[in-house]
């Protein structure tokens, strides 16, 4: 049986005894086990995460040092599944743990705080982010085909701004497509609130102007190759069928189907297929056959000729405030959520005809402007107008609603997005100015916080979140964390 080592130290004389309480290491990375012969660790019970991280250093053997070298590797903590924030000695208090209990640590890889990579300028402010490279879904859902066809290199990120358009930028912050401004007339300007990848050639953008359409572009592999900053984008398709500003969008897994969310309280389904899209029958814009739709599929945006024009495949009624998120489930294709500034939280069966009312509404009691799937926890985070983030879990066997409740944005949460190389992390945006990295193991404060470069000698952030707000986040594991706000700048940190 291993013997308990004493890693302690000794105190100075006449120095008041340290409680102390024997530590039982473990961890889940092969690579970075310690010799077998490590028993219960005997150390103080003021010690934090750092002089712990020295420790476990200090007993690693040389061939779990990465490459191997000899530099030291930052780690966390968790006992009984809670990242240790604090001393030891504080986390037993909370807990009710005697110093007689031997802890069971385990000790991870810590993350590291990203740093500040680039800076993309815009013309005014930038309300949605997204991102396609070979580690992103879209990019793998696509065959990472776009890396050879557009020769995207780290990535891509595409972006929506209030004036209007909807820009493509490659990794150097070189704009290599950019949209046509759309719907404006008759006194109504156009600004697009969110945008997604649906594949690896195409992206969807939704927002508010004269027609309030959901609209389908392709970057042609040719614009990329070229450079050609300015040159527009085609727009293969326009979807009518919601009454007022498009808030949020999302787009399946498999690239086939678009969920969009309305100020008009209404939930929007869209086929991406140019080929199957119910046509749209108002407004003059009728596509009356199936050779009518592959001849507009073809016509070129230039030539005067509209594009494809497609009606929802459903539109689904039961929010009584507008809805600024959608998501869909990860796991089942035909199961969707959505938030609402109702304060509820919907799930919806898409597969039911007709369009039937949701399947179960969560009530959260706070009015929601952001939505996030923590899939492999099989939760929902929720951002909502009071600065707060709500974990819901929206199973129907669930005991508990509203999971867990993080505080630490100063005003509105309006973006959120997971970690694709953690199902325990993911990352909000406030109107406070701040990103932050949040771990649903650490209750109390996030693990991480960045500023917007605006904020630089700052005072304080404004109260209203004025010329610092942060509309909109998304996450990738090659590219980083990609936030754009009120300051006309796309940010991202690695």
């Not at 969110?194 to 927002?207: F, H, P, T």
Request: charged share 25%.
């Amino acid at each position: 049986m291993a013997s308990t080592t004493d890693a302690s130290g000794s105190g100075s004389a006449g120095s008041r005894p340290q409680q102390q309480v024997k530590l039982q290491l473990s961890t889940r990375h092969p690579n970075m086990t310690l010799p077998e012969n490590t028993g219960p660790i005997l150390v103080d019970t003021n010690l934090r995460r750092y002089p712990l991280s020295t420790l476990v250093n200090a007993l690693l053997p040389a061939s779990s040092k990465p490459s191997g070298q000899n530099k030291r590797i930052p780690f966390d903590f968790l006992i009984n599944g809670t990242l240790l924030s604090g001393s030891l000695a504080e986390f037993m208090t909370a807990h009710a743990i005697s110093t007689e209990t031997t802890l069971n640590v385990e000790y991870t890889p810590a993350f590291i705080p990203p740093e500040r990579a680039a800076s993309f300028p815009h013309d005014e402010w930038v309300s949605s982010v997204d991102v396609l490279s070979g580690a992103s879904l879209r990019g793998r859902a696509s065959g990472l085909e776009a890396e050879a066809e557009v020769g995207m290199g780290m990535g891509m990120v595409v972006s929506g701004a209030y004036d209007g358009l909807v820009r493509v930028w490659d990794a150097t912050g070189r704009v290599v497509a950019v949209s046509e401004r759309k719907g404006e007339g008759k006194g109504v300007g156009s600004w697009v609130k969110a945008v997604k990848w649906v594949d690896g050639q195409r992206v969807v953008a939704g927002g508010r102007d004269r027609e309030n359409r959901v609209r389908i572009w392709k970057v042609k592999p040719g614009t990329l190759e070229a450079g050609g900053e300015g040159r527009t984008m085609e727009l293969q398709v326009e979807g009518s069928g919601h009454e007022d500003t498009i808030m949020g969008l999302d787009v399946d897994k498999g690239g086939n189907k678009i969920l969009s969310g309305s100020v008009d309280r209404k939930i929007g389904l869209w086929s991406t297929d140019l080929g199957s899209a119910p046509a749209y029958q108002g407004d003059g814009a009728k596509v009356g056959s199936e050779k009518d739709a592959k001849r507009l599929k073809r016509a070129n945006s230039k030539s005067g000729v509209l594009p494809l024009h497609m009606a929802p495949l459903l539109m689904l009624s039961g929010h009584s405030d507008h809805v600024p998120a959608v998501r869909f489930e990860a796991k089942y294709e035909d199961v969707a959520y959505s938030a609402s500034l109702d304060g509820t939280v919907k799930m919806w069966n898409l597969a039911r005809s007709g369009g039937a009312g949701p399947t179960d509404t969560r009530s959260i009691g706070e009015p929601l402007l952001s939505l996030a799937g923590l899939n492999g926890l099989s939760l929902l985070a929720a951002g909502t107008t009071t600065g707060q983030i709500v974990l819901v879990d929206p199973r129907a066997s669930a005991a508990t609603i509203r999971v867990m409740t993080l505080r630490g944005h100063a005003n509105m949460v309006a973006g959120l997005a997971p970690d694709p190389a953690s199902q325990n992390r993911f990352v909000s945006g406030g109107y406070d100015g701040l990103v932050k990295v949040w771990d649903v193991r650490s209750k109390e404060k996030s693990v991480v916080s960045i500023e917007r470069e605006c904020m630089k000698g700052l005072k304080g952030t404004p109260a209203g979140g004025e010329g610092v707000k942060v509309f909109g986040v998304a996450w990738d594991r090659e590219v980083g964390i990609v936030a754009g706000g009120e300051d006309k700048k796309v940010e991202i940190h690695r």
